[in-house]
């Protein structure tokens, strides 16, 4: 059994959805703490539709045998269980952990959760808003940190002689697409939530953010290993199982991959020739009638929320978007 632990933090704003309410339109998860939260199925769903572009996985079984299938009355259960990502308190422990102990610190970040609204005019291509148009949803901030847990469960053991290469043969191939994310997630090729095409739910990770153990279950010593974890965001020394380094896994996949493949990453920097007005909400100059949108931040290492002026993924995608109907004449 092979597990990971995981925190990484947003370099963008997060939106999962969890619904409406009477006065927003489009609100974030919580869990029952008030606390932001991404559930378990939306980080396998993001992982899942990741695998289908991996040049590993052409094979669609391999994907359904790791992450299940369900067709009719066809299908098999996942073996690979994913934990909800919890949010991480300034300190970097669980957030949660100053409810379930009684001692909530004294810069804690459930003292700003907000909610941060983004305000939303749905427009044509005519550049008119649409009737019924205007709406707002809520953004977790960039800079929040959070963790989860995802495990790989070795489930090709049998005691039929006829079974065990092929099931040993499939589980190989899960346990090579499982590494494949683990190191995918690494380089920060994975989002998670909505509206990552305006550029949501983009993350980060620092040295040492993920950590893998192995447990032998067969023996005694890996099971009482794998029973006695501590419960911390990362593994550490106080934890047993077999340290493997994300080194090491990229090693071995760069050893397996076609050497032809190519990925990478484009930037794009700009500068504003004359001024520049992208109204919204400003926390900073609340007199101001019309004022540059700014967007929360959760600084760490100052423990305490700040804002920052930007330019949101929406307005890029609007511009290019009635620049292109304008071109095409549509």
């Known amino acids: 059994m092979i597990s990971a632990r995981i925190n990484f933090t947003l370099l963008t704003p997060l939106h999962v959805g969890a619904g409406s309410t009477q ?13 932001y939260m991404i559930s378990a199925t ?10 289908k572009d991996l040049d590993l996985t052409e094979n669609k079984q391999v994907i359904d045998a ?11 259960p996942s073996i690979l269980f994913i934990s909800d990502a919890k949010l991480l308190d300034y300190d970097g422990s669980f957030a949660s952990d100053c409810y379930l102990t009684g001692k909530k610190p004294t810069s804690s970040i459930a003292d700003g959760l907000g909610p941060y609204i983004r305000d939303h005019v749905r427009i044509d291509k005519e550049g008119v808003a649409q009737q019924g148009g205007k709406y707002d949803e809520e953004i977790v901030p960039s800079g929040a940190k959070f963790s989860f847990e995802i495990t790989l469960d070795n489930d090709w053991n049998t005691k039929k002689e006829s079974e065990k290469a092929e099931k040993e043969a499939n589980f190989e191939a899960c346990k090579a697409l499982f590494e494949k994310i683990l190191v995918s997630l690494n380089h920060s090729q994975i ?8 550029g949501y739910g983009r993350i980060a990770f620092n040295d040492g953010d993920i950590t893998i153990r192995d447990f032998d279950l067969t023996t005694q010593q890996g099971h009482e ?48 020739v004359g001024p520049l007005l992208i109204a919204g909400v400003n926390q900073n100059d609340v007199d101001a009638d019309l004022a540059f949108v700014s967007t929360p931040y959760f600084d760490y290492k100052q423990k305490q929320v700040t804002y ?17 109907f304008d071109i095409a004449n549509v």
């Open 23 to 35: 006065f927003l339109d489009d609100v974030v998860q919580r869990d029952s703490f008030g606390l």
């Open 42 to 51: 939306s980080i396998a769903g993001a992982l899942r539709d990741f695998s």
């Open 66 to 76: 790791l992450f299940g299938f369900a067709k009719g009355d066809k299908g098999t």
């Open 191 to 198: 989002a998670f939530g909505g509206k990552q095409n305006s």
């Open 225 to 272: 290993a794998y029973l006695n974890l501590t419960r911390k965001p990362t593994f550490d020394a106080n934890d047993g199982g077999t340290e493997i380094t994300l080194k090491s896994l990229e090693q071995e996949i760069i050893k397996k991959n076609q050497e032809n493949t190519v990925s990478g990453q484009l930037t794009l920097t700009f500068e504003s």
């Open 308 to 324: 920052k002026q930007v330019i949101p993924g929406t307005s890029f995608k609007g511009a290019i978007a009635h620049r292109v």
